[in-house]
C-alpha cells in the first residue's frame, strides 16, 4: 500500500499539473479536486452497507482493479497527445467513486486482519504509511514530471496497484458470515444510522471527526496564501510548511503504533485533539518561518493522533455487523465533508485573510470540543 501511496501523489500533483497546462484555470483546478472528494459525501453510506454485506478481500480487489485501469487510461490519453479537461473530470469523479467504496472496505477489513487488540496499532502504521507517502509522493513527482513527463507519472501509478494486487491474493480470506437478515440495501443503511444515533459517544466522535474536516483541516489549502503572503517564502516555503505537517502527522502515527490499547488512553484523543488546534491558532499568528514550521509539525503529530484515535474507538466500539457502515459514515464525515470545508475556508478568507479564518475555526471547535471531550471522554461508552 505504500508503494500504491505514493504513485497516487505522484498522479494526483501530476494530474493537477496537466490541468493547469490545458487550462491555465485555477478555478478547473478547484473543480477536479472537488470532483476527486464529491462521491465519498454521496455514496459513503451506500458502500458501508456494500462493505458489510461482501467480503471485504474481494471488493478492494476490485477497486484496486478499477484504479490501476482508470491509471493506464489516463496515462494512454496524455502519451497519445487526445486529453482533454472532461476527460481528466470524469477520471477524477470515477476515481473519487470508487474511493469511496475502497476506503471504508480497508478500514473495515484491518480488524479482521489483526484483532481489537492489535487495532490501534494497525491503524497507526496505515498512518504512517499514508504521511510518509505524503511527504515523499509530491516530491517524487516534481522529478519525475521533469524525467519521464506526466503520461509517464500516470504509468507510474498504474503499475504500482500490482504489489497492492498481490499482496491481496495472498492474503486468506476470512469466510463471508451473513447477518441472517433479510433487509433490503435500504434498510441495511437505515439499521446503521438508527445504530449510530443510539449511542453517544459514536455520535461524539464522527462530529469530532466533521468539526476537524471542516474547520482544522482547511489550513492547508490555505497554506499557499501563508508561504506567499504572509511569510515572505514563495514556493521554497510552501515546500517546508508541507514537509514539515507532513513529518509531524508521521511522528504522531509512529508514536500511536507502539501503543498497547485505546480504552487506557481515551486521554491521548482530548490532548491530541488540543494540540493540533492551538498549534493551528499560534500559526495563524506566527510571521515567522520557522516558528510556523514548528507549529505545523506539532499541528500535524496532533492530527494525525487524533485521528486514529478516534478511528480506532469507533472500531472497537462498533460490533462486526455494522463496521462497514460506520466506517462508511467516518469517510464519509472525514473525506466527504473536507472539500466543502475547504470550499467555505476559500470563500471567507478571500474577505477576511487566512490568518483570521484559520484562528477563527480552530477557535470556535476548541469551544464546542472542550466541554464535549470532558463528558463522553471521561465515560465508558467502549462496545465490548
Sequence with gaps: MFLSLIGTWVQSMAQSWLVFKLTNSAFLLGVVGFLSYLPVSLFSLAAGALVDRTAKRNLILATQLIFMILAFILAFLVQHNIVRVWHII??????????????????AMVVELVGKDHLLNAIALNSAAFNSARTLGPALAGVLIAIVGMAGCFYINA?????????????????????????????????????IKGNRFLLFLLSLVGMVSIFGVSYVILMPIFAQ??????????AILMSANGLGALAGALNLARLKNAESNLRILKVSVIIFFVSIMLFSLSRY???????????????????????TLLQIST?????????GVFMMM???????GNLVSGSLAHFFGAPIVTFGG?????LIFLPLGKKFLNEKFIYS
Design 229 to 238: 503572503d504572509i511569510l515572505k517564502s514563495g514556493p521554497m516555503g510552501l
Design 90 to 107: 470524469v477520471i477524477a469523479f470515477l476515481n473519487g467513486l470508487v474511493f469511496s467504496f475502497d476506503a471504508p472496505a480497508r478500514q
Design 362 to 366: 480552530a477557535v470556535l471547535t476548541l
Design 334 to 340: 472525514f473525506s466527504g465533508l473536507m472539500p466543502f
Design 159 to 195: 503499475f504500482s496497484f500490482f504489489p497492492v494486487i498481490v499482496a491481496l491474493i495472498f492474503i486468506r480470506q476470512r469466510a463471508f458470515v451473513s447477518n441472517g437478515k433479510n433487509n433490503t440495501f435500504l434498510q441495511d443503511i437505515k439499521e446503521g444510522l438508527v445504530f
Design 319 to 327: 460490533p462486526d455487523e455494522f463496521r462497514g457502515r460506520l466506517m
Design 289 to 311: 518561518l520557522w516558528l510556523s514550521a514548528f507549529l505545523l509539525v506539532m499541528a500535524g503529530y496532533g492530527g494525525a493522533s487524533s485521528m486514529s484515535m478516534a478511528n
